[in-house]
């Protein structure tokens, strides 16, 4: 019999795996919670947001349907949304392709500029753009609204597809321009089907950030381009009733949505890269 002793298999889980599952599990209750407690407050038949309800009622969201100030936010809001998306698209892609081709170090330094939206306090950049915007007369206009949105928006469609163009062999390019291809010719027909699952999912992500901006829209709005966020910041401090926590659930649900199609076209673009999922 050889002194060799066999290895000892695992009965179960090791504590550390039980004790990240335990802390996962306390971190999406401390977050998640707190909404699931409120939701239901949009169905409740009473004026006030109390538990017991006194019963379950669509009057709330009838509410939403019919009242002029929360419908106009609700299509301002798209209306910013769709618009700083689309152009978020563009710059984010021009972006994207013009850094693949940068110098190593002017890269970097592109890209943290690019970027820059993101690591600034929300606070700063709406004062700062508030100013700015002013000189130009487009405070309490939905073409600044629109434009404020894109610079937040566009870094997020950037990263999107800088991440998907990482791993592309830039010689598909080059050999098509060889076959007799044009530059945008060879862009359109090899490059973008590459990147289009990150180029959707980029302009999804900036839909979501804009509909759910609150702070520089507060600066740059005015009584005529008033968005959902601001709506509903109104409404928490002027007419707490059950119509906010409706209003708060078509918000949430948008933007969990988005956040869902976000992460179906994030694995899509990877497949699309050869990478494995984890």
């Known amino acids: 019999m050889s002194g060799s002793t066999a290895p000892r298999q695992q009965l179960g889980p090791s504590p550390w795996r039980i004790l990240t599952v335990v802390i996962s599990v306390l971190v999406y209750a401390f977050l998640l919670l707190p909404i699931i407690v409120v939701l239901p407050l949009g169905f409740s038949s009473g004026s006030f947001l109390t ?20 419908l106009l936010a609700l299509k301002n809001s798209a209306i910013v949304g769709v618009c700083a998306a689309a152009l978020s698209s563009v710059l ?54 629109v434009l404020a949105h894109t610079i937040v928006g566009a870094p997020y469609v950037m990263i999107s597809v800088n991440a998907a163009l990482q791993n592309f062999d830039t010689t598909l390019v080059r050999a098509a321009k060889s076959l007799g291809a044009s530059p945008w010719g060879a862009q359109r027909r090899v490059v973008f089907p590459i990147i289009k699952p990150a180029i959707v999912a980029g302009a999804l992500f900036a839909f979501v950030v804009s509909f759910d901006e609150v702070v520089i829209s507060l600066f740059l709005a005015s009584p005529e381009q008033v968005t959902l ?39 899509r673009s990877a497949k699309a890269r050869g990478l494995q999922e984890s």
């Open 51 to 70: 538990y017991p309800m006194p019963g379950l009622s669509l009057r709330w969201y009838e509410e939403l349907a019919h009242n002029y100030k929360w």
């Open 92 to 145: 984010g892609v021009s972006a994207a392709l013009a850094l693949i081709s940068l110098p190593p170090k002017a890269r970097a330094l592109a890209y943290g500029l690019f970027v820059a939206p993101l690591v600034v306090p929300i606070i700063i950049l709406a004062v700062a753009l508030f100013l700015f915007f002013s000189k130009l007369g487009l405070t309490g206009s939905l073409a600044g609204m």
């Open 229 to 267: 966020p601001i709506r509903l910041f109104d409404g928490i401090r002027d007419e707490l009733t059950p119509v906010v926590i409706s209003a708060a659930t078509i918000m949430l649900f948008v933007s969990v949505g988005g956040m869902i199609c976000v992460e179906a076209l994030r694995r």
